[in-house]
């Protein structure tokens, strides 16, 4: 009987390489879950930092404006709506300038301290701005330091557990398994504005406090128990390509449907020595990763997809409110529908794209669906509760689709790109680039929604209709 080279550790517990997979799909769930649930806060949190205060009874300051006593200064003045936005794009911006250096960093340092240690650091930032609450801190430049650190620190997040997932999973159900991984950022809103929603009326500080403790401790577990490549605990390594010709069955190899079985080590014979495949290549480069074919093209498609689902995803309760008349909690509840609908729109994408193998057709069609269903829900989607319900949910599905496909097995299929010649190195650098690209999108989004909406919502629509068609096109 061969001794086994891996230590009775971790692997004594979880002995088979699909308990391992489990355990990757479950701990990077968790940490994207994590880092959302930590962005949340400050959405959730604006309403507390400038109050009508008339309601509260009498100013118990006479040396205060009546009616934003109550408000945090320097939120307090007629210009808060400017000063929120600035809060945004420090965020947004700063994560899409550090995205294109995160993966860099990412394809040359171990991904298991990288991710955690990019946690703990979000963590941190997180909680700082809260504590900015208990040390009755009013500058606004302290809220816009630690939002900029936070933007930089969160970019380690994505081309981490994306290339964490793809070094465990072929190109096989690669589509659908992603698809439904990716249902943390919907899940980590949630979480977010719950949790954030607990402490806003009492002590907002404890709104971003407790999230930054909870991505910390995440970060700590998936420190000790996150395992990077399958060849660290001896397994079999997915194959993402066609390597060697398989007397038994050329098509299984060539569809990579083998990866998620462990009936190929015949022809991994070099699986013996399991630390050498992923320590030889090394670390493509950033021009390198940008001559892969495929990933310029996908980069811009995904800044105009992101444009779009950003937008909503800042102005679509202001958008029901105005237009819908409900109010803000009604109009909040309702435009959570928006983000099922990417759960539902994600999945059906990656097992659409599975099943024809076409990834680039299947964000086509749904982005070439998507224009006109926009136009439908800003025309027809506030004429009753149920069909507001149900475009929204159509909406959502058609324009987070085609963003979490590409955000996932698309970056995770040309980071394994066959012109790479077998070289996994640039898992984490390909998906820095494209989610980095689409995250200028994403900054983008909101601002020209802000510039526009005063011209009325039809114009806002009309820009995000003709995102999507660029987004098909290119």
């Given at each position: 009987v061969e001794e086994s080279p891996v230590p009775q550790t971790l692997s004594s517990l979880l002995p088979s390489s699909p308990s391992y997979r489990g355990l990757t799909l479950v701990l990077t769930f968790l940490s994207y879950t994590s880092y959302h649930l930590s962005r949340k806060p400050i959405s959730i949190v604006k309403s507390q930092l400038h109050l009508n205060c008339s309601a509260l009874g009498p100013n118990p300051r006479n040396d205060s404006n009546s009616t934003t006593w109550?408000?945090?200064?320097?939120?307090?003045?007629?210009?808060?709506?400017?000063?929120?936005?600035?809060?945004?794009?420090a965020f947004l911006v700063a994560y899409a300038i550090g995205m294109f250096i995160s993966g860099i960093f990412g394809e040359r340092l171990p991904l298991r301290y990288y991710l955690s240690g990019g946690m703990v650091l979000s963590g941190l930032f997180?909680?700082?701005?809260?504590?900015?609450?208990?040390?009755?801190?009013?500058?606004?430049?302290?809220?816009?330091?630690?939002?900029?650190?936070?933007?930089?620190?969160?970019?380690?997040?994505?081309?981490?557990?994306?290339?964490?997932?793809?070094?465990?999973?072929?190109?096989?159900?690669?589509?659908?398994?992603?698809?439904?991984?990716?249902?943390?950022?919907?899940?980590?809103?949630?979480?977010?504005?719950l949790i954030a929603g607990a402490w806003v009326s009492s002590a907002w500080g404890l709104s971003f406090v407790v999230p930054g403790i909870i991505i910390a401790v995440v970060g700590v577990i998936c420190?000790?128990?996150?395992?990077?490549?399958?060849?660290?605990?001896?397994?079999?390594?997915?194959?993402?390509?066609?390597?060697?010709?398989?007397?038994?069955?050329?098509?299984?190899?060539?569809?990579?449907?083998?990866?998620?079985?462990?009936?190929?080590?015949?022809?991994?014979?070099?699986?013996?020595?399991?630390?050498?495949?992923?320590?030889?290549?090394?670390?493509?480069?950033?021009?390198?990763?940008?001559?892969?074919?495929?990933?310029?093209?996908?980069?811009?498609?995904?800044?105009?997809?992101?444009?779009?689902?950003?937008?909503?995803?800042?102005?679509?309760?202001?958008?029901?409110?105005?237009?819908?008349?409900f109010g803000a909690k009604e109009a909040g509840d309702l435009s959570t529908l928006f983000d099922v609908g990417g759960i539902l729109g994600g999945i059906f994408a990656g097992l659409i794209s599975d099943y024809t193998g076409g990834r680039a057709t299947t964000c086509c069609v749904m982005l070439v669906v998507a224009a006109p269903m926009l136009f439908l829900y800003n025309h027809v989607g506030?004429?009753?509760?149920?069909?507001?319900?149900?475009?929204?949910?159509?909406?959502?599905?058609?324009?987070?689709?085609?963003?979490?496909?590409?955000?996932?097995?698309?970056?995770?299929?040309?980071?394994?790109?066959?012109?790479?010649?077998?070289?996994?190195?640039?898992?984490?650098?390909?998906?820095?680039?494209?989610?980095?690209?689409?995250?200028?999108?994403?900054?983008?989004?909101?601002?020209?929604?802000?510039?526009?909406?005063?011209?009325g919502w039809n114009n806002v629509f009309y820009m995000l209709i003709a995102a999507d068609v660029l987004a098909c096109l290119v």
């Amino acid at each position: 009987v061969e001794e086994s080279p891996v230590p009775q550790t971790l692997s004594s517990l979880l002995p088979s390489s699909p308990s391992y997979r489990g355990l990757t799909l479950v701990l990077t769930f968790l940490s994207y879950t994590s880092y959302h649930l930590s962005r949340k806060p400050i959405s959730i949190v604006k309403s507390q930092l400038h109050l009508n205060c008339s309601a509260l009874g009498p100013n118990p300051r006479n040396d205060s404006n009546s009616t934003t006593w109550c408000s945090w200064a320097p939120f307090d003045g007629d210009n808060y709506k400017e000063l929120f936005g600035a809060l945004d794009n420090a965020f947004l911006v700063a994560y899409a300038i550090g995205m294109f250096i995160s993966g860099i960093f990412g394809e040359r340092l171990p991904l298991r301290y990288y991710l955690s240690g990019g946690m703990v650091l979000s963590g941190l930032f997180t909680a700082l701005f809260g504590l900015g609450y208990f040390w009755d801190i009013h500058v606004l430049w302290y809220f816009i330091i630690v939002q900029v650190c936070n933007g930089l620190v969160q970019t380690t997040g994505w081309p981490a557990v994306v290339a964490c997932v793809g070094n465990w999973f072929g190109k096989g159900k690669r589509g659908l398994i992603m698809g439904i991984w990716n249902s943390h950022t919907s899940v980590g809103n949630i979480l977010g504005s719950l949790i954030a929603g607990a402490w806003v009326s009492s002590a907002w500080g404890l709104s971003f406090v407790v999230p930054g403790i909870i991505i910390a401790v995440v970060g700590v577990i998936c420190f000790f128990f996150l395992v990077e490549y399958p060849e660290d605990v001896d397994c079999n390594p997915p194959l993402h390509h066609v390597m060697t010709i398989s007397e038994k069955d050329p098509e299984a190899v060539i569809s990579n449907e083998g990866p998620l079985s462990l009936s190929d080590q015949s022809s991994v014979d070099h699986s013996k020595s399991p630390k050498e495949p992923a320590e030889e290549p090394e670390a493509i480069s950033f021009f390198g990763a940008l001559r892969i074919p495929g990933v310029v093209e996908f980069s811009l498609c995904l800044l105009f997809a992101k444009l779009v689902s950003y937008t909503f995803l800042y102005w679509l309760p202001l958008y029901i409110v105005n237009v819908a008349h409900f109010g803000a909690k009604e109009a909040g509840d309702l435009s959570t529908l928006f983000d099922v609908g990417g759960i539902l729109g994600g999945i059906f994408a990656g097992l659409i794209s599975d099943y024809t193998g076409g990834r680039a057709t299947t964000c086509c069609v749904m982005l070439v669906v998507a224009a006109p269903m926009l136009f439908l829900y800003n025309h027809v989607g506030q004429n009753g509760i149920g069909v507001s319900i149900a475009m929204l949910i159509i909406c959502g599905a058609l324009v987070n689709g085609p963003y979490a496909l590409i955000t996932t097995a698309v970056s995770a299929d040309l980071g394994t790109h066959e012109s790479l010649k077998g070289n996994a190195k640039a898992l984490s650098t390909v998906t820095a680039i494209i989610d980095g690209t689409g995250s200028v999108g994403a900054a983008l989004g909101p601002l020209l929604a802000g510039l526009i909406s005063p011209t009325g919502w039809n114009n806002v629509f009309y820009m995000l209709i003709a995102a999507d068609v660029l987004a098909c096109l290119v």
